[in-house]
Each structure stands twice: as C-alpha cells, then as structure tokens.
C-alpha cells in the first residue's frame, strides 16, 4: 500500500517564526511531489511542486526534496497568521499531470499573533 | 480566467439514492481527477478521465461511475448511496498527456447522506 506520512499536529509557531513541515512517503518510484494548503472548510490549493533532489524556493516558501531517505518538507519563512491552515502533501507516481496523487492526512499549522 | 468549477456547492441525499456531480476543468485542461475527502482525512483519489476515458482508478467500489465529455467537463455519479460517502468531493483538472503540470483543484461539493 502506497502512503504518504505526515504528522497530524497542530504545529503552532510565533508570528514571525519558520514553519517546518515534514512528510515521508513509501514508494520509491515517486516522481512527482507537492504541498496544497487548505483552509477550514475550503478545497487544497498548491503551494509547491518540485520534481528533484533538493530544495525549491518561492517567495516565503521552500520545498526540500530528498528522494533517497524519501523525505518531503515545506519551510515556512516569516510565518503569518493567514498561513494558519492545514498543509497537505501529495506525491504521484508520475509527472504530476497523469495519474493519481496519494495524499498524506495533513498538518494543521497554527501561528500565533 | 475561471478556474476548475464544480457544481452543486451543497447536496443533501438519503441513504439509497443517486447523485450526480459535475466538473468543468480549467481552460486549456483536459484531465479531470475526482478525489473523496472525508472529515480530517486527505483527498483519496477515485478516477481520471483523459481523452473522454477513464484512464486510472483509486479503490473505489463501481457504485463511483464517471463520465468526460468533448468539452472535457466530467461528471462523478454515485448509485445506492450510504451514510459513508458523506464527504467533500474534489475535482481537479490538468494538462493531459505526459505532462508535468500540477492538478488543480476545483472548490469542491460537500454531500451529505441522511
């Protein structure tokens, strides 16, 4: 069985602060990861994909990837109470159009005024 | 440019019935993905059509039937529903082929089963 791990939480971090958040995944053929934010209530929306080894930036966001201890994360810099959600990792078998993406349960994030 | 747009938003079934939702992706999409997300759980994939074709399947039983027309619009349909495909169901649209591009999610439609 296919799975994508993440801790639950809640993470809560200071306004300000770096959010760090992990996920590690069972199948070693995985191609294809990405980060989806959710608000209460709301459908994911993409944050981040990334493809290879290493790390990706984007403004206050940066994905690592390091796919030979099958580790996924998503840093978080200068933390606003608006990026408070629950922050899905996804991960596909293929490139990130074809296919299904195996979703981990999610972390919720809280950040603290 | 609309995005992935679902419909309805809110549907309120009882257990046996049918219920049909429907899909239209992002312009210049012409995958279309249906996931299941139970309350506190992540997205869990039930099909993608491509090419008006189902070309993959989750773990889902056949009761989850879908249909991709020309226009690339789909429609997810659930027979002999029960209390446990109460859920938010996600559709997200993509680029076909062997791209690389990301799924995009629609904002999904929220059933409930009395």
């Known amino acids: 069985q296919k799975e994508v791990e993440q801790n639950s939480g809640p993470l809560s971090v200071p306004e300000g602060a770096i959010a760090s958040l992990n996920c590690t995944y069972s199948d070693r053929g995985s191609q294809s990861f990405f980060w989806y934010r959710q608000y209460s209530g709301k459908s994911p929306e993409l944050i981040m994909s990334i493809y290879s080894n290493g790390d990706k930036e984007d403004g206050r966001f940066t994905a690592q990837l390091n796919k030979a201890s099958q580790y996924v994360s998503l840093l978080i810099r200068d933390s606003q109470p608006s990026d408070s959600a629950t922050y899905l990792c996804a991960v596909s078998l293929y490139g990130g159009s074809q296919g299904n993406l195996i979703f981990g349960k999610g972390t919720k994030l809280s950040v603290k005024p | 440019d609309a995005g992935v747009t679902q419909s309805p938003t809110h549907l309120i079934k009882t257990r046996g019935q049918q219920v049909t939702l429907r899909c239209s992706p992002k312009?210049?999409?012409?995958?279309v993905s249906w996931y299941q997300q139970a309350l506190g759980q992540g997205p869990q994939f039930i099909f993608q059509?491509?090419?008006?074709?189902?070309?993959q399947r989750g773990n889902f039983p056949d009761r989850f039937s879908g249909h991709q027309f020309p226009n690339y619009s789909s429609e997810l349909n659930v027979n002999a529903l029960l209390l446990g495909d109460s859920a938010l169901y996600l559709c997200?649209?993509?680029?076909?082929?062997?791209?690389?591009?990301?799924?995009?999610f629609g904002d999904g439609t929220r059933l409930s089963i009395l």
């Open positions: 059509y491509y090419e008006e074709e189902e070309r």
């Open positions: 997200a649209s993509s680029p076909g082929g062997s791209s690389n591009q990301p799924q995009h």
């Open positions: 312009s210049g999409h012409d995958t």
